[in-house]
């Protein structure tokens, strides 16, 4: 053999000899992006560029569609508000949420289970239903308003109704609050105390302990939380549509090109821009968090520190029962309003057990539906963006920030433009045609959420010492080994976290199945839709009843089922 | 243990919902029909279930959405759409779209009036119902002598902050009641109206408001009117003295659906006096078949004064009247 065969034969070798197994699995994940994200993607993009209508014209790329944010007030505000509307409620959400993740992971209290079960229901508000609750709650014959007004009259103080930009921010706040008291609470049990406990012993007093260890270490989470709560109101539609009297946000316009113009290339404009404002949002959050380094999760661990004092426990106990029972309002009046007939004027009207009787004969497949969709998307979800997480933490390859925003789009743009994309991909006369099945909804929900997991993992990434994997590859495990044993023990309570949400907010996802969706994948929320629009309140809100109480029951047998095996995760060895 | 059965529950469900998702997409049978309805569901459903009467062997679908969304995916799913007939939309609504559809001359052809159709030689749509745009007033909040009679009366300074209509961009019929205005009174009033009155993002907001006593006076179609009054909200209805539209929405076939045959015999049917019944009593519309009296607590067309709707103009002037009229809500 020469001297040339022997090289090669030796390369041959060293290729084989490489761990191949983590390129092999990250293939899979790319290659769904790519045909499922980045094409539908593309063509929205190039949609945006092609002047208004519905034809994608490659030869005509211009900036028309953005000509309205120049000249057009109307565009202007609509674009003020919605990030005022938004910035608002990441400040909103994180006073309310920091304190009760912190409350309820770190104070010895009863009932966690069921405040961390509870605590997601807020963000499930039934499209359109949840909104018209607050207004009667709040409207100007709202029943809250006229009671807390027949209080505070005499005193002077009048209560106002809820129109208006203010209005917008407090419903959206107490809706989206969830996402940063679900990941800070992951975050605070997740940090290791020992460095709380070194502080201590130091002789730092507690405020100091607070801000200088404990907070810092949850920032990657509480950052986490807060770009979830900025997206979804820069995105939410039904809030401002019914509580914003004529204050306009990004996605009415968008709604508005849709609805009464056809006009999907301005819609996708108007997407895209707030696609932008977001990326750039996205962007101050990865540097503030990256300004610092995150060693927490380290190889010797001990039991976290629970305040134990009566004072302690009381006020967090007042304090998340107080936030659960204001947030859960909405909530509460679907409940009520599903036993009624009517809710005009103060109270209800016309009690009855009609809407719930009928459930069974309207909607058995439908029931079927959502529970398939939802669950199946939420672990392909889980899976995927466990490992695009990964991807562009650990390996962090050349556009890892390109693949993070990619991800991110289909969660930032409108569910009707990511549909329409879906639907021009693999429907009509497309080379894939999956249009009117299962899996045309099912990837569609896969690539909108994905973001849940993604985010969430990303910030346990950044918790976790990567030390801890060097050692394991030093030792002389592989890398598929060292991912089963340290990495994904880890991380399990944040891709946990992420399919708790995915699955939650899939079970009444609306904008992109109303699009997608045929007589035999039809689901739960476009029934809801159906009666909301014909004026059955009753029987929609019986039907949100429903998905309230499933993901109520699921989330907290996860919690108490997961429960130890989380916390247990933590303690290596 | 636990995990172990966890991790088995979890792989079985995969796996089935890949047998699921790999189902093939819904088959061309020559028997069945897709009907996409922005109609309501009762509605929709009970057509349905009369016309399977006549064709038991034909299985219908029906695909709910709003119209907007309907003409999204209709667009989207060119040039092979997978609904057959599209129920319900505003005429404008039509025209924007024609080349969407296909012309066919139904059975009961001769029976609908020319104006309420397509007026070409094979029309691509029927008419469905007249939703007359009307005042929807709070009999709980407003006195009847203090009732707006008129679409001028509406800037009265009386009704500061007790008027909701919605934005003329969400819809075509929202778009008719400031096109009306505008011809009646011209743009300056747009500019009073937009100061008094609060222009919404939702069009079901409008009638759920003024019934819940929020709004005291929304402008709305008839057919909410009556529903609400049907069901003994406190609201009551005034056709404005100075004239509303002759406006109707139709249904028409889908150009390249998957069952043309199906879909020429559901037109039929919309076409006959049978639907055009179930079509008035369902849901307390007005019917483009003359002959019907007004729906419900509604009154007959001859009691209503009308205005001299140019459904063309009112068409071409759209884009350009939305977004001047837009520029001045705040």
């Known amino acids: 053999m020469d001297e040339r065969g022997l090289q090669k034969e030796s390369r041959i070798e060293r290729l084989l000899q490489k761990d191949w197994t983590p390129y092999l699995i990250f293939a899979v994940p790319l290659l769904f992006l790519a045909l499922f994200l980045f094409w539908p993607l593309g063509i929205t993009v190039l949609r945006a560029f092609s002047g208004p209508g519905f034809d994608v014209d490659l030869s005509n790329l211009g900036l028309d569609n953005f000509e309205r944010f120049m000249t057009s007030g109307l565009y202007q505000r609509s674009l003020r508000n919605s990030f005022v509307v938004s910035a608002s409620a990441v400040v909103f959400a994180t006073l309310i949420g920091l304190p009760m993740g912190y409350c309820v992971a770190r104070v010895k209290m009863p ?11 807020p963000v499930i508000m039934p499209s359109f239903i949840g909104a018209f609750s607050w207004v009667i709650l709040l409207g100007r014959q709202g029943v809250i308003r006229l009671f807390l007004n027949r209080l505070f009259v005499p005193l002077g103080i009048v209560i106002p109704s809820i129109y208006g930009v203010a209005g917008i921010i407090f419903a959206m706040s107490l809706t989206y609050f969830p996402f940063v008291f679900l990941l800070s609470y992951g975050a605070f049990s997740a940090a290791n105390p020992m460095l709380e406990e070194a502080a201590m012993m130091m002789g ?101 520190h629970l305040h134990t004092h009566w004072l302690a426990r009381l006020v967090a106990i007042v304090y998340c029962t107080l936030v659960l029972v204001v947030a859960m309002l909405p909530n509460i009046t679907i409940i009520i309003m599903s036993f009624f007939e009517y809710w005009r004027g103060a109270l209800p009207t016309g009690f009855t057990l009609e809407n719930y009787a009928r459930i069974p004969q309207l909607v058995s497949s439908e029931i079927f539906n959502s529970l398939f969709l939802a669950t199946t998307a939420s672990l392909i979800t889980a899976a995927l963006g466990c490992m695009v997480a990964y991807i562009t933490e650990r390996r962090r390859p050349k556009g890892a920030i390109l693949l993070d925003m990619a991800v991110m789009a289909p969660f930032i743009l409108p569910g009707i433009v990511v549909a329409v994309a879906f639907l021009a991909a693999f429907a009509g006369d497309a080379v894939i045609p999956l249009g009117g099945t299962y899996l045309i909804l099912l990837i569609s929900f896969v690539v909108r959420r994905t973001p849940y997991v993604f985010r969430s993992v990303v910030a346990s990434l950044t918790q976790l010492d990567v030390t801890l994997e060097e050692s394991s590859m030093i030792s002389g495990a592989n890398w598929l080994y060292t991912f089963r044993r340290v990495t994904f023990p880890l ?26 969706y045929s007589a035999r994948t039809r689901t739960v929320p476009v029934r809801i839709f159906a009666m909301v629009q014909d004026g059955y309140f009753g029987q929609g809100a019986a039907l949100s009843v429903m998905l309230l109480a499933t993901v109520f029951v699921v989330v907290y047998v996860m919690n108490r089922m997961l429960g130890r095996s989380i916390s247990s995760s933590f303690k290596l060895g | 243990m636990t995990r172990r059965v966890c991790l088995a529950v979890l792989a079985l469900l995969v796996s089935a919902g890949m047998v699921f998702a790999a189902g093939a997409p819904e088959d061309a049978e020559p028997d069945s029909l897709t009907v996409w309805s922005a109609a309501a569901e009762d509605e929709a459903d009970a057509l349905v279930a009369a016309f399977r009467a006549q064709y038991p062997e034909i299985s219908v679908d029906v695909i709910r959405a709003g119209s907007g969304e309907l003409l999204t995916r209709l667009r989207a799913e060119q040039p092979n759409p997978s609904g057959d007939v599209l129920l319900g939309i505003a005429k404008e609504a039509f025209d924007a779209n024609y080349d969407l559809f296909t012309g066919y001359v139904a059975a009961y052809h001769d029976d609908i009036p020319e104006e309420l159709r397509d007026q070409a030689a094979v029309p691509r749509y029927y008419g469905f119902s007249m939703p007359l745009q009307a005042f929807m007033i709070n009999t709980e909040l407003l006195d009847e002598q203090d009732y707006p009679r008129r679409w001028v009366d509406l800037i009265d300074e009386r009704y500061a902050g007790e008027l909701i209509l919605a934005n003329p961009a969400l819809s075509g019929s929202a778009y008719a009641q400031i096109y009306m205005m505008h011809g009646l009174y011209g743009f300056d009033f747009l500019g009073e109206i937009a100061r008094q009155a609060t222009f919404v993002a939702s069009s079901t907001a409008v009638p759920e408001s003024v019934a819940r006593g929020e709004y005291a006076i929304g402008v709305t179609g008839e057919g909410n009117i009556a529903r609400y009054m049907e069901e003994g909200a406190p609201v009551t209805y005034v056709y404005p003295e100075d004239g509303t539209g002759r406006r109707f929405d139709a249904s028409g076939i889908i150009d390249g659906g998957p069952n043309p045959e199906a879909a020429e015999l559901f037109m039929d049917f919309l076409t006959s006096e049978d639907a055009y019944q179930i079509i008035r009593e369902t849901r307390s519309r007005r019917v483009v078949h003359p002959g019907f009296p007004g729906p419900g607590p509604l009154p007959a067309l001859e009691e209503i004064t009308f205005f001299a709707y140019d459904a063309e103009e009112a068409a071409a002037m759209r884009d350009d009247l939305t977004d001047r009229f837009s520029e001045l809500i705040e």
């Not at chain 1, 009932?111 to 229901?121: D, E, Q, R, T, Y």
């Open chain 1, 491 to 516: 991380i399990l309570s944040g891709i946990i976290a992420g399919t708790i949400l995915t699955f939650a907010t899939l079970l009444q996802e609306l904008s992109t199945t109303i699009l997608l």
């Open chain 1, 204 to 304: 730092a007093r507690r405020p100091r302990i607070m801000r200088s260890i404990t907070l810092p270490l949850v920032i990657p989470s509480i950052g986490a939380g807060a770009i979830l709560v900025f997206i979804r109101s820069m995105g939410n539609y039904g809030i401002p549509a019914i509580l914003g009297g004529d204050q306009y946000v990004l996605p009415t316009l968008i709604y508005f090109r849709v609805s009464g113009f056809w006009d999907l290339n301005s819609a996708a404009a108007i997407a895209l821009v707030s696609v932008i404002i977001t990326g750039g949002a996205l962007l101050l959050q990865k540097y503030v968090i990256s300004r610092r380094e995150y060693e927490t999760v380290s190889s010797s661990r001990s039991e976290q």
């Open chain 1, 111 to 121: 009932f966690k289970n069921l405040f961390l079960s509870i605590g997601i229901l």
